[in-house]
Structure formats: structure tokens, C-alpha cells
């Protein structure tokens, strides 16, 4: 493993009286996958929210690759290197898959968004976001507009998205939730290969077991806000305070 890409410290943040993430420190290393874990209003989707900056933190830190992120908008986090799937779907919904694919490619590589540039002839764009559609299987929809795409298309645009923006950290959070069983397998092999790269982070918010046995490195277990467990993905299932108390059914029949 490398070194700390991601790191949260003390992080914390309060909705009046109620505190949804509790003093959370935790590092992530580039070419590790921690799958994010715990019961239902356990502070995992907020503890995301707050790494990728849709809320802002009552208390602690987010950095990235050791620069304070803390105060820092959507926006120049995702510029910085935090990419989340959803912040970046549905960027211009009348246009097609294709052309909102490429938007990104071309955005990624400092040649702005500007429509315009979609009728030009930038080879080099084009080929790219066609490489990038083969690989999630959206060749056949290419030409669709994205407002028409189905769930499952959807998600798989978003994975999409994220790989054409290239992020040092993936976020996921439950990236196969009303999938088929023919679309999920797809998605899953994609984050499978982002990890194999090695040199990025992923973040994964998951519910389902058997994805979590297959792809997380590491998992942390979150409950009340707080970070309650953390370590390899056999040692913290086989936790009898984790399986009791935080995951309940979920590893009992996962």
C-alpha cells in the first residue's frame, strides 16, 4: 500500500441537537478499497456528504493528499480530486449519453464545456469517451438522450462519468441499488478494474454482503455517527460486538 491519499479527522458535524457523524478520524491509501458499513441512520451517506463537501463539517478535518479540504465547495473538491458518482449525472439531460460523455473528456482534458465544441471534429475527445462507453456497455445508447436512460443505464453513465473525470478518490455509495441482475455484474467489474489500477482510492457505501466480500480491502463500521470498527474485511465480519450490534441479519445471511 502507498501512502494516505484521503484522511478525515475528528470529523464531525450536528443537525441541531442530533450529532450524525461523531469525531470520525480515519485514513484511506491509494489502491485500497474500504467498503463503508453499519445499520440504517448509522451516519454512512452523511460521512460521505462531508468527504465529497455536501455539507459542510460542524468540527474536524477532510484532507486530501494532506491539504486542508475542509472549507472547500463541490466543486473545487471534484477539481482537487474527490469524484462522486451522482455529483456528476444527468450534467445536461436532453443531450445524448454520448455528448454528455463527452463533455466530461473534454472538461477533464482543459478544454472547457462549451457546446459549441461538440460539433467540432476533436478526434481525440471523441475517441476517448467512446473507449470510455465500450467499457461500461453503453455503446447501444449512445445516441440516446440521457432524461430517457433506465435506472440501471443510469448508473452505469455515472461510473461513466467518473471514470472520464479520472478522480484520485471513487466514491460510491450503493452503486447497484436497482440493478438487474444482468446490469449489476458489469458495474462491479468496473470498480473491480479501478482498484486493480492501484493507484487511486475508492470509497464504497454497501449493503450488500456479497459485494463486500468480493472487492473491499478493508471495511469501517460506522453506528450513531461513530467509527466503531476497522479492519480486514474477515476480522471485523467475524466480530461477534460488529455482527450483534451493528450489522444485525445483513452478515448473518448476507
Same mark, same amino acid.
Given at each position: 500500500?502507498?501512502?494516505?491519499?484521503?484522511?478525515?479527522?475528528?470529523?464531525?458535524?450536528?443537525?441541531?441537537?442530533?450529532?450524525?457523524?461523531?469525531?470520525?478520524?480515519?485514513?484511506?491509501?491509494?489502491?485500497?478499497?474500504?467498503?463503508?458499513?453499519?445499520?440504517?441512520?448509522?451516519?454512512?451517506?452523511?460521512?460521505?456528504?462531508?468527504?465529497?463537501?455536501?455539507?459542510?463539517?460542524?468540527?474536524?478535518?477532510?484532507?486530501?493528499?494532506?491539504?486542508?479540504?475542509?472549507?472547500?465547495?463541490?466543486?473545487?473538491?471534484?477539481?482537487?480530486?474527490?469524484?462522486?458518482?451522482?455529483?456528476?449525472?444527468?450534467?445536461?439531460?436532453?443531450?445524448?449519453?454520448?455528448?454528455?460523455?463527452?463533455?466530461?473528456?473534454?472538461?477533464?482534458?482543459?478544454?472547457?464545456?462549451?457546446?459549441?465544441?461538440?460539433? #467540432? %471534429?476533436?478526434?481525440?475527445?471523441?475517441?476517448? =469517451? /467512446?473507449?470510455?462507453? &465500450?467499457? +461500461?456497455?453503453? $455503446?447501444?445508447?449512445?445516441?440516446?438522450?440521457?432524461?430517457?436512460?433506465?435506472?440501471?443505464?443510469?448508473?452505469?453513465?455515472?461510473?461513466?462519468?467518473?471514470?472520464?473525470?479520472?478522480?484520485?478518490?471513487?466514491?460510491?455509495?450503493?452503486?447497484?441499488?436497482?440493478?438487474?441482475?444482468?446490469?449489476?455484474?458489469?458495474?462491479?467489474?468496473?470498480?473491480?478494474?479501478?482498484?486493480?489500477?492501484?493507484?487511486?482510492?475508492?470509497?464504497?457505501?454497501?449493503?450488500?454482503?456479497?459485494?463486500?466480500?468480493?472487492?473491499?480491502?478493508?471495511?469501517?463500521?460506522?453506528?450513531? #455517527? %461513530?467509527?466503531?470498527?476497522?479492519?480486514?474485511? =474477515? /476480522?471485523?465480519?467475524? &466480530?461477534? +460486538?460488529?455482527? $450483534?450490534?451493528?450489522?444485525?441479519?445483513?452478515?448473518?445471511?448476507?
Amino acid at each position: 500500500m502507498t501512502d494516505t491519499l484521503l484522511d478525515t479527522k475528528d470529523l464531525s458535524v450536528r443537525f441541531g441537537g442530533h450529532v450524525a457523524v461523531d469525531a470520525v478520524t480515519c485514513g484511506f491509501r491509494a489502491g485500497e478499497l474500504t467498503a463503508i458499513v453499519g445499520p440504517n441512520g448509522a451516519g454512512k451517506t452523511t460521512y460521505f456528504n462531508l468527504i465529497s463537501g455536501q455539507i459542510a463539517a460542524s468540527a474536524g478535518k477532510v484532507r486530501l493528499e494532506g491539504r486542508d479540504i475542509t472549507r472547500r465547495g463541490v466543486s473545487e473538491r471534484c477539481r482537487l480530486g474527490i469524484g462522486r458518482a451522482f455529483q456528476l449525472t444527468n450534467l445536461f439531460p436532453g443531450l445524448s449519453v454520448f455528448e454528455n460523455l463527452r463533455l466530461v473528456v473534454q472538461a477533464k482534458r482543459g478544454r472547457g464545456t462549451s457546446l459549441l465544441r461538440l460539433a #467540432g %471534429a476533436d478526434r481525440e475527445v471523441a475517441r476517448e =469517451a /467512446e473507449a470510455i462507453l &465500450s467499457q +461500461v456497455r453503453l $455503446e447501444p445508447f449512445a445516441a440516446q438522450p440521457v432524461s430517457e436512460l433506465s435506472h440501471g443505464n443510469q448508473r452505469k453513465l455515472e461510473v461513466a462519468l467518473l471514470i472520464a473525470l479520472d478522480p484520485l478518490v471513487y466514491m460510491f455509495d450503493e452503486p447497484t441499488a436497482g440493478m438487474s441482475i444482468d446490469e449489476a455484474p458489469v458495474v462491479l467489474d468496473l470498480i473491480a478494474g479501478l482498484k486493480a489500477r492501484a493507484d487511486r482510492t475508492i470509497l464504497l457505501v454497501e449493503h450488500k454482503m456479497d459485494v463486500i466480500r468480493s472487492l473491499a480491502d478493508r471495511i469501517i463500521v460506522l453506528h450513531n #455517527g %461513530a467509527l466503531a470498527a476497522d479492519g480486514p474485511p =474477515a /476480522e471485523v465480519m467475524a &466480530s461477534a +460486538v460488529v455482527q $450483534e450490534a451493528y450489522m444485525g441479519r445483513e452478515l448473518d445471511h448476507g
